[in-house]
């Protein structure tokens, strides 16, 4: 698995030097922390909770915070996959699910005891990027207080079920052990 990695992390172009992000001992401190085993290896779990992190969840973080012109409005997106048949995805915030929203797709599929967090979650997205459209913004944009700190990870605004946004800062939006994956990843970004 982690010649597999490293091949995704050497065309990320997120990490100063991919060759050697598998040895950063902050890296791998913090994606075997809370682990049972004796070797120190990172099983499939963590490998993957690795890999999507450097694929999907950071680059939208690092992106955001190297624009140095312009604001730059950042979301998160946990309004969860009501569709059972899913399977590893249904309940979670998977990949692309905001397009479902977005698009309002499916809603027939939706189950009734998920149809009011679905609804909630359609109508709150779609306003957020309409009134987008038109110059309207529901969140300040991030700060920019330095590329060396984690204080320009925020505003933050969360989609969630129900269509109950929030803006907080990134550390009170996603669990302590993301954040301290995220941020520690990002120490090592270009």
């Not at 992000?21 to 902050?26: G, K, R």
Request: glycine share 8%.
């Amino acid at each position: 698995m982690e010649e597999k990695a490293r091949s995704i992390f050497l065309t990320s172009g997120l990490l100063k030097s991919p060759e050697t992000f598998l040895s950063e001992p902050s890296v791998l401190q913090v994606y075997a922390k809370g682990r049972g085993d004796q070797d120190g290896a990172l099983d499939i779990y963590y490998w993957g909770r690795m890999i999507s992190d450097v694929t999907f969840r950071i680059p939208p973080l690092h992106l955001a915070r190297s624009q140095h012109a312009g604001k730059v409005l950042v979301y998160e997106f946990q309004a969860t996959n009501p569709f059972p048949k899913a399977g590893h995805a249904y309940g979670k915030a998977n990949h692309a699910i905001n397009d479902l929203f977005l698009f309002d797709a499916a809603r027939d599929l939706v189950p009734a005891e998920h149809q009011s967090d679905w609804t909630g979650a359609v109508d709150q997205l779609r306003r957020v990027w309409l009134d987008f459209c038109y110059g309207i913004t529901h969140w300040e944009p991030m700060k920019k207080a330095g590329l060396d700190t984690d204080d320009n990870l925020n505003p933050i605004y969360t989609f969630v079920n129900g269509g109950k946004g929030v803006v907080a800062p990134l550390e009170d939006t996603v669990t302590s052990h993301e954040f301290e994956r995220w941020t520690t990843v990002l120490s090592v970004c270009r």
